[in-house]
């Protein structure tokens, strides 16, 4: 079982960051919070300084994670302010227009640095940090879209797929250093990411559901974890629709 006292949070004014940041405190971890937007940053910050203990520290600091050059110096940061890190949740993204980025090759590219390339860098080096430490656990959200590239949202999926390969690695390399790298992949989950989608179904999951199952799967270490786990007999059967078939739905 992981520890979570010390829990650095990347993205944390994602609405499920904010939850799984709350549960957080409730259990007694001191968080050191990144987030880009500074009004959303200082509200979860106050809100979670209220809910905590004297003996938790709560933290953190605006980045725009496009901005790679600034990772090291972040992760650094933040390590330093909680006198260690026994967890890490990377929870940053964007859902794109997949049409837009059709016609748009430097949207494409902005969105695939948004949803792999900037979340690939901060594992690279939270990767070699944890393996110096030999213990805690690494985990970040992917997606249930990046088992499989659909016409709808393949953009989208290739970078949350790009994620998931790099986890798996990763998670080879470090579980003979005693660290954990857990693959997040929620399906739909009602935050202001899918405010325009239509809710209805049984399918959609409550932010605060998922914030739940995020922070057992970090204390398990498990693998890759479906939220809610539904999710992996639905994409289970997806992902063996034979390609000749697959091809012509208008998924
Ligand atoms: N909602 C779903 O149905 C669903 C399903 C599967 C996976 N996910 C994944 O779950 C994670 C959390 O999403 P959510 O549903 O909680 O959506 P959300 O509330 O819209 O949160 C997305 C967050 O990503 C942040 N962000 C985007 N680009 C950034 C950048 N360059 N630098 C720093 N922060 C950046 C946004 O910051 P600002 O506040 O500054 O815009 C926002 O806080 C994402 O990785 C998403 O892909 C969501």
């Known amino acids: 079982m992981n520890s979570l006292k010390r829990v650095v949070i990347i993205g944390a004014t994602s609405t499920i960051a904010e939850h799984t940041a709350r549960q957080l405190v409730e259990k007694g971890a001191s968080l050191y919070c990144i987030g880009r937007n500074p009004d959303k940053l200082q509200a979860l910050l106050q809100d979670l300084k209220v809910r905590a203990g004297d003996n938790q520290r709560i933290d953190g600091c605006v980045a725009d994670l496009l901005d790679v050059d600034r990772h090291d110096a972040l992760i650094e940061t933040a390590e330093q302010a909680l006198g260690g890190m026994d967890a890490v949740l990377i929870a940053h993204g964007t859902l794109p227009d997949q049409q837009a980025c059709q016609r748009d090759v430097a949207l494409m590219r902005r969105e695939v640095e948004t949803n792999a390339l900037s979340v690939i860098s901060l594992l690279t080096l939270l990767g070699n940090r944890f393996e110096q430490q030999g213990a805690g656990v690494i985990a970040a959200i992917g997606s249930?879209?990046?088992?499989?590239?659909?016409?709808?949202?393949?953009?989208?999926?290739?970078a949350k797929g790009m994620v998931a390969i790099f986890l798996q690695g990763l998670r080879n390399r470090l579980a003979a250093h005693g660290v954990d790298v857990v693959t997040l992949k929620p399906g739909f989950v009602a935050t202001p990411m899918t405010a325009d989608f239509d809710r209805s179904g049984p399918?959609?999951?409550?932010?605060?559901?998922?914030?739940?199952?995020?922070?057992?799967?970090?204390?398990?270490?498990?693998?890759?974890?479906?939220?809610?786990?539904?999710?992996?007999?639905?994409?289970?059967?997806?992902?063996?629709?034979?390609?000749?078939?697959?091809?012509?739905?208008t998924l």
């Open 144 to 158: 249930v879209a990046g088992n499989r590239g659909r016409q709808s949202n393949y953009v989208y999926g290739a």
């Open 203 to 249: 399918l959609w999951a409550q932010p605060q559901d998922v914030a739940r199952g995020i922070i057992k799967a970090m204390i398990h270490g498990r693998g890759e974890t479906y939220l809610p786990g539904f999710w992996r007999w639905i994409m289970l059967v997806i992902t063996h629709i034979p390609e000749p078939l697959f091809k012509r739905m």
